[in-house]
């Protein structure tokens, strides 16, 4: 009986030991990023979540690579890698060719931030005076970014003050005046209020007489144009 016994168990192959590969975190994480890229095709934001993505990927390849052996998940990180690519390309793409044709024929970009509000005001003779570099856009077709103060009406709106910096929109600030333009739209545009970034298209005014109330600019906009601002 015993030898039966013996006999079978010698018979019966060996086990294998089991061999386990630690992987890399960054190689799970290159993939989650390579998923949440694929919103690149609704937003140009998923691009951003692409471009963490291939870096991640990249760095988790290379650590598989010169661990001889120590560290698996080659395939995790190249899926990773790849899928991260592809969205942050077509997310890329798709944002530079937005900023390229986002500024309407025969209108000219600027910056709020940099050519209107960092101008400042100039000095004449101990009296405020519109800096020269701002005078110049007088009468110029500009198209423009930023934010809509919000007032009561929040519908079909005919104009609004339009202001530099989102923190005085959305939490109820007084902006500078070299921080926010008067809009007046001209046509039929009536947008509706958005606390996201926007932009306006239409002919820069300067108004000396302003800057006597909290809400007074001495720029105004007659606008012709609006749309939703990109990521740029």
Known sequence: MSNTTFAA?????PVEDFSYSQVPPLAPISLAFGVCAASSLVTPLGGLFGLIGVICGLLAWRKIAVSEGAFGGALLAKAGTAASFSFASLGIGWGAYAYATEVPDGFRRISFKYDVSAKGFANNEGYRAIHPEVQALDGKQVFIKGYIY?????????GFIFCLDAGDCCFGGDPALT???DVKFVNDVRPDYSDSRVAVAGTFKINP?????T????YSIEATHFSKSGIF
């Open 209 to 213: 007489a302003g800057g006597n109330g």
């Open 179 to 181: 921080d926010m333009i």
């Open 9 to 13: 168990r010698a018979d019966t192959p």
């Open 150 to 158: 919000p007032e009561r009406q929040m519908f079909d709106l005919p």
């Open 215 to 218: 809400l007074d600019p001495v």
